[in-house]
């Protein structure tokens, strides 16, 4: 069954640069949909790279407030959304910290950005002790980097700055997709979480970047998610036809990276999402039954477990979510790029993850995500073990 039937027709909104100026910042509140253009062809051989260096250095700045915020998280700093998930400052702060670092690295681009939040709550009756400390916090940051000393960040700045993520998305021009926080959850118990950062062209993810600060930096495959100190803190990154890099989060020396090839069931072990509420799990324990894994599951929150199964820390990753659920984009485009080097990303049809209609992700029933050797194997484990739960009920 689709879980998802109707996906309204995506607007496609660019926002001019707002940070093209030195301080005072000036912004400017025009926005204009795309003309409309022919579709390209992407070649696997298009350079990305100063996309590639402004995305790292967004996403490592906003892990290094995420990770000071983690530390000296503090029960104001929660807030909740109309679906009762946590938001914290950090979450604000580091889609505004993303959205300015992008467009000052990329002055020249029109700039487009599908993320999660939204300043509607920070501009009620009384969150404006929250957005005054968010502006601290962002330029805390800028301040201790240096990189763009020219200006300090305003509240309406931040507000304008996190506002800009409101775009819809599509197959036409390029969208940055970003996760600000993934596993807010996560996070505030002080475990998994990702900053994930995503480019789209013509609709088409061809760039990733996902912060895991607190991923060990040595295999997790025994399922320990915890490491001494000075060893925790990945950066995975990956582009288009160029395959996966991860380094530390904290230096500039990365290695190649590959999903683990093996074509043993018996050898695989599975990654699920930590929330029973995110994931089926009694679902993924029939699938794996029938593959004859025997290993126990790895649960961890956000799209970490696509960066740890991108350097082999796992070989499957289940997602089903419960009926009703819609998957957006920002939740699986970084991780989805990151896996590619050897790894597959499809719903429970086989068909590939549709990233060019809009926030939300037209999809049959769930995620699945193995090497290309064991997919056929585990599609056919997947449908047998969906028939069985329905002809139950």
Not at 96 to 115: C, G, H, K, N
Not at 262 to 269: I, W
């Amino acid at each position: 069954m689709n879980l998802v039937s109707i996906i309204a027709k995506p607007e496609i909104t660019i926002t001019k640069n707002p940070f093209l100026v030195s301080s005072p910042l000036l912004f400017f509140s025009n926005k204009t949909k795309s003309k409309t253009s022919i579709p390209r062809v992407l070649s696997s051989s298009m350079s990305y790279n100063k996309e590639l260096a402004a995305a790292k250095k967004a996403v490592s700045l906003a892990a290094r407030l995420c990770q000071k915020m983690q530390k000296a998280i503090l029960q104001s700093d929660v807030q909740s959304k109309s679906d009762k998930s946590p938001v914290t400052v950090a979450d604000y702060g580091s889609q505004a910290l993303v959205s300015y670092a992008l467009q000052r690295e990329l002055p020249s681009e029109l700039f487009s950005l599908v993320a999660e939040e939204d300043s509607e709550d920070l501009l009620k009756d009384g969150g404006q002790e929250t957005l005054e400390r968010i502006t601290k916090l962002v330029n805390d940051i800028l301040a201790t980097d240096g990189s763009y000393s020219d200006s300090t960040l305003s509240t309406e700045d931040i507000v304008k700055a996190i506002d800009c993520g409101k775009s819809e998305g599509g197959s036409r021009g390029r969208h940055w997709v970003l996760d600000p926080i993934d596993g807010t959850k996560g996070f505030l118990r002080g475990d998994q979480y990702a900053i994930a950062l995503a480019l789209l062209d013509e609709g088409t993810v061809v760039l990733g970047v996902l912060a895991c600060p607190n991923l060990p930096l040595p295999s997790i495959a025994g399922g320990s998610q915890h490491s001494l100190p000075g060893e925790v803190g990945c950066l995975f990154f990956s582009v288009v036809g160029g395959g996966t890099y991860m380094q530390p989060l904290d230096s500039s020396s990365a290695v190649k990276v590959q999903v683990n090839a093996t074509d043993n069931p018996e050898e695989a072990s599975l990654f699920e999402s930590y929330e029973a509420a995110h994931s089926m799990h009694d679902l993924s324990s029939s699938i794996v039954k029938k593959l004859g894994v025997k290993a126990p599951p790895v649960r961890i929150d956000s799209q970490a477990k696509y960066g740890a199964l991108s350097r082999g820390d796992g070989v499957i990753y289940l997602r089903f979510p419960h009926k009703g659920y819609r998957e957006k984009i920002w939740d699986h485009a970084a991780g989805c790029i990151v896996v590619s080097a050897g790894g597959l990303v499809t719903d429970v049809a086989g068909n590939p993850l549709d990233f060019s209609r809009g926030r939300y992700l037209d999809l049959d029933t769930g995620i699945i995500v193995t090497n290309q050797k064991l997919m056929p194997l585990l599609l056919k484990a997947v449908r047998e073990s969906i028939e069985e739960k329905a002809s139950s009920l």
